[in-house]
Each structure stands twice: as structure tokens, then as C-alpha cells.
């Protein structure tokens, strides 16, 4: 089940259900399936606490995921900072909810396997997220 939450914000405008099926959709194009996967929106001094807790990093971030996958099947729990995001959303000069959809996918393909860290693994994971988010606007347009 993938679930939606805040912790003392409200819920932003996302449709739940078509990003609940595109995110079963992207998880099955990586031969995988989904179980619990729950979001968190937080706002900045949520995510840099959680960052300084649990990561060990002093620094905002758009978000934090917590891997408890098993096998094919993804599950973990993701807190994104839609403060983060809105700043990055200016920053690159993109639409806020693109910018959401792109943290939220984001962390789905690091479930599925795609790390980051270099920059090679950086333009990998650059390319999936936009063949991802592609298929967002195929299944809203739908």
C-alpha cells in the first residue's frame, strides 16, 4: 500500500490514485512490485532534523528515504521537504508540482536500484526519472 501523510502541513495538491498507479507502473518497468511504501511532507527543520539524526548530515535536503525492500518487492518510507522543493522548483526554473512528482519518483528509483553518487550515476538516474515522469503525463492526460 503506498500511503500519503504530513506532519503539521497540509497535503499538497497531488492526486494520490494516478500517482499511486504511476508509481506501480514505474516499479513493474524495473521488474519489481510495490508494498509499503508511506511519504512524508515535511517542511525544512523537519527534514534537517531527520537528516541530522538519522544521516548524520547537517544540511536541508529535498528528501530522506529509509530502504526496507525484500526481494522485488519495494517498501520503505520517504520524508520530502516541500520547502526544498519549491526552492528547487525556482532554482531550476520548473514547475512546483513537476518538481514534487520528480522527488517522488526519485525516491522509487532508488528503491528499485539507481543510486546517485557519482556523476555518472547521477545522469542514469537523471534519465530514468524523466522516462518516469513521462509516464505521469501519459497516465494524468489518460
Known amino acids: 500500500m503506498i500511503t500519503f501523510n504530513t506532519k503539521d502541513l497540509p497535503m499538497p495538491p497531488i492526486n494520490r490514485q494516478a500517482i499511486t498507479i504511476w508509481i506501480g507502473d514505474v516499479a ?4 519489481k512490485h ?3 511504501i ?4 515535511v517542511d525544512d527543520e523537519e527534514i534537517l532534523r531527520i537528516n541530522r539524526q538519522f544521516i548524520g548530515h547537517d544540511y536541508y ?3 530522506i528515504g ?5 526481494g522485488n ?8 521537504s516541500l520547502d526544498t522543493v519549491a526552492s528547487n522548483a525556482r532554482l531550476f526554473g520548473t514547475d512546483y508540482m513537476h518538481e514534487l512528482h520528480r522527488v517522488i519518483i526519485h525516491s522509487i528509483l532508488h528503491l528499485c536500484g539507481i543510486d546517485d553518487k557519482t556523476p555518472e550515476q547521477r545522469a542514469i538516474m537523471e534519465e530514468a526519472e ?7 503525463t501519459i497516465s494524468v492526460k489518460d
Open 28 to 31: 513493474a518497468s524495473y521488474g
Open 73 to 80: 518487492i519495494l517498501a520503505g518510507d520517504t520524508y520530502i
Open 34 to 36: 510495490t508494498g509499503d
Open 38 to 41: 508511506n511519504y512524508v511532507f
Open 130 to 136: 524523466n522516462r518516469a515522469l513521462d509516464l505521469l
Open 61 to 63: 535536503t529535498d528528501h
Open 66 to 70: 529509509f530502504d526496507y525492500c525484500q
